[in-house]
């Protein structure tokens, strides 16, 4: 089966950087995204790899390895607003996407 | 640009009526997807369109789950008879697939919240 794994809740303190993990297995890959979802909203695009390596986009980067089939999101600086939902998905070899649960982060003072 | 827009937000209506959804996507987009999600779970697909043309349809979906994009514009999701494990919030994205590939990245509407008493 296809399988995508994050961790459930993570705790960070304001001006900080936290690290989000994401494994998956699944049929094929066609690209990893990344999306922020706040409560009660839709998730919104953070960011796309497709190859192996680190991907920076002002306060977030997102990193890839294909042969580990591993990801990890890094905020840094982190703001009070970043309290959201981190969903990893992958797009498997039907160009479907496979979501995870997502992770939410909550953000102290 | 006006972004992916739904309607309604949210929806209360009683065990075994029908209801119907909305989604205008973003207007050069020409993939329209409909996914459903409940607390702590992400996204979970329901079908989707590639213009007017239903290219996938989730194999759970339930056979009281019907959705249209006649004109390849504007979509709309429909659930006959409901039940109150179809509470949930709906939601659509879209997305451009041009020839030449790409990332085919999803953008999305703020959702319809359904509630089934």
């Known amino acids: 089966g296809q399988n995508i794994d994050q961790p459930t809740e993570m705790t960070a303190t304001e001006g900080a950087i936290v690290q989000i993990n994401c494994t998956y297995q699944?049929?094929?890959?066609?690209?990893l995204f990344w999306y922020q979802q706040h409560a009660g909203e839709a998730p919104t695009f953070l960011s796309y790899?497709?190859l192996d390596g680190l991907e920076e986009k002002g306060r977030f980067s997102s990193f890839l390895s294909r042969s580990k089939g591993y990801s990890y999101l890094l905020l840094k600086e982190l703001q009070m607003k970043d309290s959201a939902s981190y969903l990893c998905?992958?797009?498997?070899?039907?160009?479907?996407?496979?979501w995870g649960a997502g992770t939410k982060l909550i953000i102290k003072p | 640009d006006t972004g992916v827009s739904q309607d309604p937000r949210h929806k209360i209506t009683k065990r075994g009526q029908n209801v119907t959804f909305r989604c205008d996507p973003i207007?050069?987009?020409?993939?329209l997807y409909w996914y459903r999600q409940t607390l702590g779970q992400g996204p979970e697909f329901l079908t989707y369109?590639?213009?007017?043309?239903?290219?996938?349809k989730s194999r759970l979906l339930s056979d009281r789950f019907s959705a249209e994009r006649p004109k390849g514009s504007f979509s709309t999701l429909e659930i006959q008879r409901t039940e109150q494990g179809d509470s949930a919030m709906y939601l659509c994205?879209?997305?451009?697939?041009?020839?030449?590939?790409?990332?085919?990245?999803?953008?999305f509407g703020p959702g319809t919240r359904l509630t089934v008493l």
């Open positions: 994205a879209s997305s451009l697939v041009s020839s030449g590939g790409g990332t085919d990245t999803q953008y």
């Open positions: 207007s050069e987009h020409n993939r």
């Open positions: 369109f590639q213009n007017e043309a239903q290219l996938e």
């Open positions: 699944t049929s094929g890959f066609n690209g």
């Open positions: 790899n497709v």
């Open positions: 998905a992958v797009k498997d070899s039907n160009y479907q996407l496979i």
